[in-house]
């Protein structure tokens, strides 16, 4: 069993990030900004923009970091959007959600910029993925794909099993996989709530990947011998024994999974920190196709 | 066994539309009104958009057929098709495929107004399907769609396999098949040239979609029984004893598939009709959008 080591890829992937950067400042070149918008107090979302800040500064990139208070209306946060999509400055930026509910989150997604929207969300962006064209790929099916490719992991003529069909990680991740190309190529099937014997149907996957959101779900009975095992479940199970009061947990079973598994991805450790990289590198191409 | 007239259904949407058109005219509003271009002089290309035209006359839509030499270059097409996109007249148009070779369709298609895109191939609709927003859904798999649900075919929890990867039909076909919603929330296989065991994973499908285009290509002994079978396969296959000398065949060895299917398409009469309905559809509902 070989463990999909995200903590490490990841910073690997920051490391070439940050010397592609440092050779932008030798050439005198603008180097990436990225800027995000947080509407409202939430304490995790707060907990993820500030480590997305963290992230680039790590690689050199300009951040910025717009906070809007919780009663920010739609009008207001659209004509901020409207002032990012124009700003030179910019290379891309994000919106991070939940949004508070006088929001239509479907309608701001759509105001932002395709070519400024490094989390992919833009229906744009989405629909030239499915149409395999160049795009920016959402954080976090980005994140996996990287995984399978650093980690040589045949995904051609695999049997890929996604569980769950959100749109930022299920559905684009089933897209991903049954694309021509490497990592790609896999005869794929996405399953969901309304999805039965699902037994059935994953102890027949080489690939499984999971991102339901249920803690254990993915018993070591529903997995074939060998399976490549992706987890992107991240629940805060309550957990007194911790210093925060919880532990964060996947959908799979680890302990007993993983002697079955040729590939496994650890919670925490795994999918989780490469999203913030893939992040930094839908930046990335993002002031490399300004340039252009 | 229940066959999914294409024919007959397709028939029923026309006399629908044509309903809506003259509800139009009676409240004195513009009617729908399609322009197709076609580039060259393909005979199969000529035979389809001379049906559509067809088509549009018989539900009272308006219609304009541009022709354009074989010579065209990239950037007549494009003034065209920005003249089609300004045209407060045209309230969609469609981009006869294929183009002759000194011309990029993928710079063509992105070149059409989103809004007027009524064969959906534009990457802003097909990123608002896969994201569950509305939008124009291509007239092939729309087709599809409406036929399971004319036949009140249960699609919900159904294990579906899609047979194909192609950008007009097996693909946004895996999509719609998974999304939320009726027809819908199937499980969904989607398989293609790479796929392994393909018998193994038909023969475990409640409803299978084949869009491949090798005739004869699903037999009897790949399917179960009172599986429902949709075939969009449409080759033509030589034959000397009709007068034009082919025939149409579908990917299903429809003789003894028949046999076990609960519902089957018929080729010809069965998608292939449903697809020129579906496009006279979106022409409608492009017409209504542009109203509000």
Same mark, same amino acid.
């Given at each position: ?7 490490? !890829? ?5 490391? $070439? ?9 030798? *050439? ?7 800027? &995000?918008?947080?509407? =409202? *107090? ?7 923009? &500030? ?31 409207? +002032?990012? *999509?124009?700003?030179? $400055? !910019? ?8 949004? /508070?509910?006088?929001?239509? #989150?479907?309608?701001?997604?759509? &105001? @932002?910029? /395709? ?11 989405? =629909?030239?993925? &499915? ?12 994140? !996996? ?9 045949? #995904? ?13 990680? =299920?559905? /684009?991740?089933?897209? %991903?996989?049954?694309?021509? =190309? ?33 803690? *254990?779900?993915?018993?070591? +009975? ?9 987890? @992107? ?33 650890? @919670?925490?450790?795994?999918?989780? /920190?490469?999203?913030?990289?893939? %992040? %930094?590198?839908?930046? %990335? ?8």
């Amino acid at each position: 069993m070989v463990l999909l080591d995200g903590k490490k !890829i990841s910073n690997d992937i920051k490391n $070439e990030i940050a010397e592609e950067v440092k050779k932008m400042k030798a *050439n005198g070149e603008k180097v990436p900004h990225l800027a &995000a918008i947080i509407v =409202g *107090n939430d304490g995790a979302s707060l907990t993820y923009v &500030a480590s997305k800040v963290r992230a680039c500064e790590r690689v050199g990139f300009d951040s910025t970091m717009v906070r809007l208070s919780n009663t920010t209306s739609q009008v207001e946060l659209l004509d901020k959007i409207y +002032e990012l *999509n124009e700003d030179p $400055e !910019i290379d891309g930026f994000i919106i991070q959600l939940p949004l /508070p509910k006088q929001i239509d #989150t479907q309608k701001v997604l759509l &105001a @932002v910029n /395709p070519d400024k929207d490094v989390d992919g969300f833009h229906p744009m962006n989405f =629909g030239r993925m &499915a149409l395999d064209m160049s795009t920016f790929i959402p954080a976090t099916p980005f994140g !996996i794909l990287e995984l399978l490719d650093r980690y040589g992991v045949d #995904t051609q003529g695999k049997h890929t099993v996604v569980i769950g069909r959100s749109h930022i990680v =299920g559905r /684009p991740m089933s897209i %991903l996989m049954g694309r021509k =190309g490497f990592p790609g190529n896999s005869t794929v099937t996405l399953t969901h709530s309304h999805t039965k014997n699902i037994t059935q149907i994953t102890s027949q996957a080489d690939i499984i990947i999971s991102a339901l959101g249920v803690p *254990n779900f993915l018993k070591a +009975e529903m997995v074939k011998d060998d399976a490549v095992i992706i987890d @992107v479940g991240i629940t805060r199970v309550p957990d007194d024994s911790t210093e925060k009061g919880y532990r964060i947990t996947g959908d799979v079973d680890f302990e007993n999974v993983s002697k079955k598994a040729s590939f496994i991805t650890p @919670v925490p450790g795994g999918v989780g /920190p490469m999203t913030i990289a893939m %992040l %930094l590198k839908n930046t %990335l191409l993002a002031r490399e196709r300004q340039m252009k």
